[in-house]
């Protein structure tokens, strides 16, 4: 069965947990992989919930980073300033 | 009152003008490359480590590195670019020192869902840009990065967060497409489980920004 919907729990397909549980992570069949992106196609579930989390990756992706402290930046303006001597270690 | 950093970024016309400057190490370069680059990539630095003050180290390491090394910069990408691959190769260095990256933490996240108690990396000052996400979503995504397994997290900022390709990010940390695709969607399916109930109140797509 594709995307069981749980009530409590929309996000959750039990057929993609168990697809991606297969997966080797370090030396993946590719047919397996290719089988997580097709059912990502085409089950309702996960269609729905992968839309969501791209748009709150988009959503957070916009947000304006803060500023390091003023006193890192001063700090770090003057090492960068300071001209490395080539004999001098890395 | 103003501080002392507080100048005009537009005192180099264009980039090769401030890559002279920091040739010559001229201090108003220093200050501009930083004030201009080292917010995005301060934020870079903390979600791949997961951690602010070695955020900071990193930042540190990397622009010390990127002036050390600033005449053999040859222009073939922007300037931009090249810092983010220098705080990426510099935290990814860090990383592989603490430990090896493994894929042995990552089934428990899958099966139980993400515990943490990881403290905000992002969730110092705010900006008015985070009110169009909205601060409790903002914090939450936040913190759901930085809880993902070591392996996800940096294949899921690599590719989600920062943009590259699965080519690229897979070059980048040595393993093949097919291992960068597993560990995306791992972390995709551990944020969809974490971020239940509330990725709903992200905005529409095309609605940031930048």
Known sequence: ?90 | MEKPWDIDLQVYDDESELLHGLRQRERMACTCLLKYYAPRLLRLAGQLMGDADEAEDVLQEAFIRACDRIDSFRGESGLGTWLHRIVINTALMRLRARKSVTTDDIEGVIADGPESNWQSVSSGARDPGQQVLGAELFDRMSAAIERLPESLRIAFVLRDIEGMSTHDAAATLGISESALKVRLHRARLALRKDLAGYVDAAPPKGTGSQ
């Open chain 1, 1 to 90: 069965m594709t995307g069981e919907k749980s009530v409590t729990q929309k996000t959750r397909c039990s057929e993609l947990e168990a697809l991606i549980q297969q997966c080797d992570g370090d030396n993946p069949d590719p047919e397996l992989v290719e089988q997580v992106e097709q059912h990502l196609e085409i089950c309702p579930v996960c269609h729905e919930a992968e839309d969501q989390l791209t748009r709150a990756v988009v959503a957070y992706r916009s947000v304006t980073p803060a500023e390091p402290s003023a006193s890192f930046e001063e700090a770090l303006v003057d090492r960068l300033c300071h001209k490395r001597d080539p004999e001098e270690p890395r």
